[in-house]
Nanobody, 123 residues
Framework: QVQLVESGGGLVQAGGSLRLSCAASGRPVNNYAMGWFRQAPGKEREFVAAIVWRSSTSYADSVKGRFTISRDNTKNTVYLQMNSLKPEDTAVYYC?????????????????WGQGTQVTVSS
């Protein structure tokens, strides 16, 4: 089993930045793909970004150029640096782990999920 705990969410003005963290425990996740998803009120959960190993990354078109996913395998942690935030980025952000190399947008391919952290961007 893998437990995931997100942190770093909060309220920020449009154009601002936040850095989310997701700490994994229970077993090492070095060899697993890790991803971020988000869910806004009344909308379905959507893919944001994912990373395999340290440098193979993928992003949703809506966040390319603004968000950066990274990981520190020594800390069993994945990060999401969010810059130039927009009100439409407001959502609960979830961390997820795939016990393999899948780093795509299908939520049902991910095996473990965190509880989420709220990000609110004011205009």
């Amino acid at each position: 089993q893998v437990q995931l705990v997100e942190s770093g969410g909060g309220l920020v003005q449009a154009g601002g930045s936040l850095r989310l963290s997701c700490a994994a425990s229970g077993r090492p996740v070095n060899n697993y793909a890790m991803g971020w998803f988000r869910q806004a009120p009344g909308k379905e959960r959507e893919f944001v970004a994912a990373i395999v190993w340290r440098s193979s990354t993928s992003y949703a078109d809506s966040v390319k150029g603004r968000f950066t996913i990274s990981r520190d395998n020594t800390k069993n942690t994945v990060y999401l640096q969010m810059n130039s935030l927009k009100p439409e980025d407001t959502a609960v952000y979830y961390c997820a782990v795939n016990r393999g190399y899948y780093s795509g947008p299908r939520a049902d391919e991910y095996d473990y999920w965190g509880q989420g952290t709220q990000v609110t961007v004011s205009s």
